[in-house]
T-cell receptor
């Protein structure tokens, strides 16, 4: 069974600085998708960025980028120019390309605080 | 399009009571998922529907839990004879049945069992 591990329960960053959130996963599959979701307090979870395992190029979305290391099974999220609105719980998630249901397997989450 | 909506946002109940939650997905989405999130943990998959058919259930979904999606639109999740261990956030998500399968989440229903 696949597992996702986020080893940093909490992280803090100064406004306008850069922060990197770590995620590792365990799978024997070669084809899968990885996601970072953001969950602000008392609000719905929203997709931040998505990576397809067969693509070597790291995904980027504005200030958000990933460092995808397939051999190391690592998928970290870098947030540049951090803003107060980035404060939230961040979840790393895995989806097997072979799972017709498409269910997501989540890590435990990292709570990010942004200091003004 | 108002996104995925869940009702109620909060539910407090006494142990042994039955509770029912509702999820309204994004209108054109044919897949609907239920997840459970306990304090300090990531969401865990419970079950999913494609249209009105419930196609997969997690072993977490005991026989006290039942989910329905009549006519492939909204879905309900019922918990019978609630236990304190059922206290959690119950999240609903929906997606289109395409390769990208990006899931859009609702804000969740927080259940507290006293």
């Amino acid at each position: 069974a696949q597992t996702v591990t986020q080893s940093q329960p909490e992280m803090s960053v100064q406004e306008a600085e850069t922060v990197t959130l770590s995620c590792t996963y365990d799978t024997s599959e070669s084809d899968y998708y990885l996601f970072w979701y953001k969950q602000p307090p008392s609000r719905q979870m929203i997709l931040v960025i998505r990576q397809e395992a067969y693509k070597q190029q790291n995904a980027t979305e504005n200030r958000f980028s990933v460092n995808f290391q397939k051999a190391a099974k690592s998928f970290s999220l870098k947030i540049s120019d951090s803003q107060l609105g980035d404060a939230a719980m961040y979840f790393c998630a895995y989806r097997s390309a072979w799972d017709q249901g498409g269910k997501l397997i989540f890590g435990q989450g990292t709570e990010l605080s942004v200091k003004p | 399009d108002t996104g995925v909506s869940q009702d109620p946002r909060h539910k407090i109940t006494k142990r042994g009571q039955n509770v029912t939650f509702r999820c309204d997905p994004i209108s054109e989405h044919n897949r609907l998922y239920w997840y459970r999130q306990t304090l300090g943990q990531g969401p865990e998959f419970l079950t999913y529907f494609q249209n009105e058919a419930q196609l997969e259930k997690s072993r977490l979904l005991s026989d006290r839990f039942s989910a329905e999606r009549p006519k492939g639109s909204f879905s309900t999740l019922e918990i019978q004879r609630t236990e304190q261990g059922d206290s959690a956030m119950y999240l609903c998500a929906s997606s289109l049945d395409v390769a990208k399968n990006i899931q859009y989440f609702g804000a969740g229903t927080r259940l507290s069992v006293l």
